[in-house]
């Protein structure tokens, strides 16, 4: 089954319209990456060894539910609960609430350590060399907290080569663009310096995102640098705003005709 | 004379031989903190992360979520000192990883302020699904690692000392996590006290005793979950209460027993600890005298400010 990217963006609209908040721009961002997980591996099955996702960048979670809801894991009814008091879908990723989680994330810079986790445990679980994949899909304003450097330094100590970090390189965090905020500068050559093999890839491309998930363990962690656009799918949110801003009526509506699904 | 760092290393090899889901985080105070003999037995089950804690919290945290049973360790000061990763990674999901604080309190002396764990049992006590213990003698260590290495309900922190200290005799009640120990009877006055300070609160009993004034001791190995009912009841508070903790005594045991007595009756609680300030270097008897836990400087103000 494939996931459409822009009807997960659709969905994550109409949540955040009806929650009155919620993160727009680094959702729509990693809808094509999220749209390739989900369809292409083993992120919600029982087995031992399936394969992970964690949402290091945790405000993103709204396109995360609606990959879940297109899997037919959620009904529609409970996407409309967004944000509300005691409801599953919190405003970060709670995945005590939702086991169909696999961490509870929201502070930045915690996910790739627990990532790191994860797949510590697989690889020592491995018998017979079969190994799930641990994804963790982190922000490039995130790239500024210090724990992220820990985790990067300590992952090719234990050769994870199951760990694969996927950098939203969006450009743009909570204040402005992350360049006049705090320069991340060149993340690949940064993780490679690490020990990790990095590369970039334009990370709205379905069949560029495809290709560079899919590619063999070979004894490394990976770091991909998504190269995205904040807002990609939707012309008018695509400037710094819409970080966090919630869409007027009329802005939904215009929103959801674009990404083809306008009543 | 043994320190409870030394309990927690001998119960943690224990363990390991027992269990194979146990694994055990490291942040280059192995040695300090003792978890190196389970390093030496079980290699391929110690992780070393080097001098990065927050990173050390986040892995036991996805280790945990999948069949394993995580021990890290610290510095209580350096651990607890990552609160955002432990609050978010560790008690918010309620994750069942046991968090070791070592070198608590003033104990580590010539090294100074920035090496002690002076405010940790405050800031852990603050977070929900976190459960805070101080064992106070070597035996009572072993006891407290055999009741938590079943606990799976959340986080743990487990505060131990640097310094060895005196095998007291802890009484005739039996250890209970979650329970306080009466450690002796007495019918004036209330010694409430946690962690390496035992030999401490026997020692100002004694001298009372010996003017006639019989003192309840009670030996406070769970911090939180807090058992309010053994300190109020079954015959009401016996007041007046001093506590007696190598903390500080904002947010540590001593505001634990307010809280509580506030509650039900309003009593008189004098607080011997550290009084809300920073620790200068110095030999581990001087900064004790200075900050006035000793047993004389506490029985010259139970003789002053309370009256006995």
Partial sequence: MRLEPNKLRAHVIDMVFAAGSGHIGGSFSIAEIIACLFS???????????????????????????????????????????????????????????????????????????????????????????????????????????????????????????????????????????????????????????????????????????????????????CIVANTTKGAGVSFMQDTSWHARVPTDEERRAALLELGCGQ | MRSTRDAFGAALLALGEKRDDVIVLSADLSKATRTDAFAKCFPDRFIEVGIAEANMIGIASGL?????????????????????????????????????????????????????????VSL???????????????????????????????????????????????????????????????????????????????????????????CRILDVHTLKPFDADTLVKPLGILEPIVTIEDHSTVGGLGSIVADVVCKSSPTRVMMIGVNDCFVSSGDPDDLYSSHGITVEKIVERIRSELLL
């Avoid at chain 1, 090719?156 to 006049?180: E, R």
């Avoid at chain 2, 008690?91 to 764990?117: F, L």
């Avoid at chain 2, 131990?160 to 007291?168: A, E, N, S, T």
């Fill in chain 1, 40 to 222: 292409e591996f083993d992120l919600v099955s029982d087995r031992q060894q399936r394969d992970k996702l964690i949402l290091s960048k945790g405000h993103a979670i709204p396109i995360v539910y609606a990959a879940l809801h297109e899997l037919g894991l959620l009904e529609a009814d409970e996407l409309t609960t967004f944000r509300q008091m005691g409801s599953r879908l919190q405003g970060h990723p709670d995945h005590r609430v939702l086991p169909l989680l696999d961490a509870t994330t929201g502070s930045l810079g915690q996910g790739l350590s627990i990532a790191i986790g994860h797949a510590l445990a697989l690889k020592l679980h491995a018998t017979s060399g079969q190994c799930g994949t641990v994804f963790c899909i982190m922000g490039d304003g995130e790239m500024q907290e210090g724990q992220v450097w820990e985790a990067a330094m300590f992952a090719p100590k234990y050769g994870l080569d199951n760990l694969v970090c996927i950098v939203d390189a969006n450009g743009s965090q909570n204040d402005g663009l992350v360049k006049d905020t705090l320069d991340i500068g060149d993340v690949c050559s940064k993780f490679r310096s690490f020990g990790w093999l990095a590369d970039e890839i334009d990370g709205n491309d379905t069949i560029a995102v495809t290709k560079a998930l899919h590619v063999s363990p070979s004894g490394c962690p990976r």
């Fill in chain 2, 64 to 120: 945990s979520e999948n069949g394993f049973r995580p021990f890290i360790s610290s510095f209580g000061s350096f651990i607890t000192g990552r609160y955002d990763i432990i609050r978010c990674s560790l008690a918010y999901p309620r994750c069942p990883v046991v968090v070791a604080g070592s070198h608590s309190g003033m104990a580590i002396g010539k090294d100074g302020t920035t090496q002690m764990g002076l405010e940790d």
């Fill in chain 2, 124 to 214: 852990m006590r603050s977070l929900p699904n976190m459960m805070v213990v101080q064992p106070s003698t070597y035996a009572e260590t072993i006891e407290t690692m055999e009741a938590i290495a079943d606990y799976d309900g959340g986080p743990v922190y487990l505060r131990l000392g640097r310094q060895p200290v005196p095998d007291i005799d802890l009484g005739s009640d039996a250890f209970k996590l979650g329970k306080i120990r009466t450690v002796k009877h007495g019918y004036d006055m209330t010694i409430v006290y946690s962690g390496c300070v035992g030999h401490v609160a026997l020692g100002v009993a004694d001298t009372m005793w010996h003017a006639g004034i019989t």
